[in-house]
């Protein structure tokens, strides 16, 4: 020992041995007491809400306390939980659609592979939340990603309806219609290289839909099905003004719904406290304690979240008011426009129950799309307003051209 300036060796007196074994035990008991202290700084720093390792694709740290938002990789990540969280869409074909749309994992490695994808889509850091030594934590970063879209894209995991999808041919109707007879899928076909045809698969025994129907056939009912309930500007101006107008019953709503949030949030709290009390007296073993801590600490969060979301709710209102009118003004120059995979998406955000009998389809349009049109194919036929009220001739006033009553 060059330090100490001793030597040890078989003839070294029992006392320096003594002394030399005092010194390893004070030394290993300094490296123990150091590896407490690290592990007592990262909880506490996970408890301020801090992660306390190396933060996940798609964030970098500005410094040892502090983790934003990479701008260069942060649409790569957004854009793959939007396309997953669907719950149409595989692990592989949501990596291809990222290549096609040009978003590159890394400059020198363009494609994520799918493990780690299905990683990066399982980890709640991006919707606010982080996981330490099997704890659920509420982070203090900013979030990429809403925690709705996050359960989807956790709800799409646990789907068994991941397309098999042909590597020949990728049919636009594909798994979108069902048969009005029997309940089977409508299945598509191709002849001659380059005709498609759609009928009944048959599979439950006999079925009178087996006549073949062309692509372009059911293209037009499809159309026609965006153009019911396709608005004009003026529609959409008149609609933004009422919803404005509703606004002071959204906010009794919300105001009451926020007193029962935050009453729920301090239920939940208190939980969480009594819980680490009881962990503490050892009235409840360790592993209990965990695994309701992290059950009332993801309910917790969900509240808060809630929460925000409710003050916000004008905001939140006239926006979704704003984009689902705008959906419903541009819904058939986007669907024209729409790549074949991507039209059977555009179909199920505006309609559900897609049935094929006789060659007709018969469908349901969701909600607020039912209402458009309805009120789109009302035919208004009113008597003059005047001193002498009669009624109107058997054609009403005309519009302006491109305008269609409503309501």
């Not at 410094?63 to 396309?83: G, N």
């Not at 780690?116 to 606010?128: D, S, V, W």
């Not at 894209?153 to 999808?165: G, I, L």
């Not at 008597?383 to 519009?399: E, F, Q, V, Y």
């Amino acid at each position: 020992l060059v330090k100490e300036g001793a030597v040890l060796s078989d003839n070294t007196r029992s006392h320096d041995k003594f002394i030399h074994g005092i010194k390893v035990l004070m030394a290993k008991n300094f490296i123990d007491n150091l590896g407490e202290e690290v592990k007592k700084g990262l909880n506490e720093k996970a408890e301020q809400g801090h992660f306390p390792a190396k933060p996940p694709y798609g964030y970098t740290r500005a410094s040892s306390r502090e983790i934003i938002i990479d701008p260069e990789t942060t649409p790569y990540i957004k854009r793959a939980f939007e396309l997953y969280s669907t719950g149409n869409i595989s692990l592989d074909r949501t990596i291809s659609q990222l290549l096609d749309e040009g978003l590159i994992y890394k400059p020198g490695m363009p494609k994520i592979s799918r493990a780690y994808l299905e990683h990066l889509l399982k980890n709640p850091f991006y919707c606010g939340q982080f996981i330490f030594r099997k704890r659920i934590y509420k982070g203090v970063h900013e979030s990429l990603i809403s925690p709705e879209i996050f359960e989807a894209t956790q709800r799409a995991f646990k789907k068994d309806n991941k397309p098999n999808v042909s590597n020949r041919h990728e049919f636009k109707f594909a798994r979108l219609i069902t048969c009005g007879e029997c309940g089977c899928a409508i299945t598509a076909d191709i002849k001659k290289g380059k005709y498609v045809y759609y009928k009944c698969t048959g599979r439950r025994g006999k079925c009178n839909q087996t006549k073949y129907i062309k692509e372009e056939a059911l293209e037009e009912q499809f159309l026609q099905i965006i153009k019911n309930i396709t608005i004009t500007p003026m529609h959409k101006n008149h609609i933004m003004e009422a919803l404005k107008e509703s606004f002071h019953d959204v906010d009794a709503y919300k105001q009451k719904r926020l007193a029962q949030l935050r009453t729920e949030a301090s239920r939940l709290e208190n939980r969480i406290n009594i819980l680490y009390i009881d962990k503490l007296d050892g009235k409840i073993p360790e592993e209990f304690w965990l695994q309701k801590h992290n059950e009332f600490q993801a309910q917790l969060l969900k509240t808060e979240q809630s929460i925000i979301n409710h003050q916000q709710a004008f905001k939140v209102y006239l926006n979704k008011g704003n984009d689902l009118l705008e959906l419903a003004k541009n819904a058939y120059n986007i669907y024209i426009q729409a790549k074949p995979q991507k039209k059977a998406l555009i179909l199920n955000e505006l309609c559900s129950n897609f049935l094929l009998r006789d060659g007709k389809l018969h469908y349901e349009y969701k909600k607020p799309f039912d209402i458009f049109a309805e009120g789109l194919n009302c035919k208004i036929n009113l008597g003059r307003k005047d001193s002498n009220p009669r009624m109107a001739g058997p054609k009403p006033a005309a519009l302006p051209l491109g305008y269609t009553p409503m309501f």
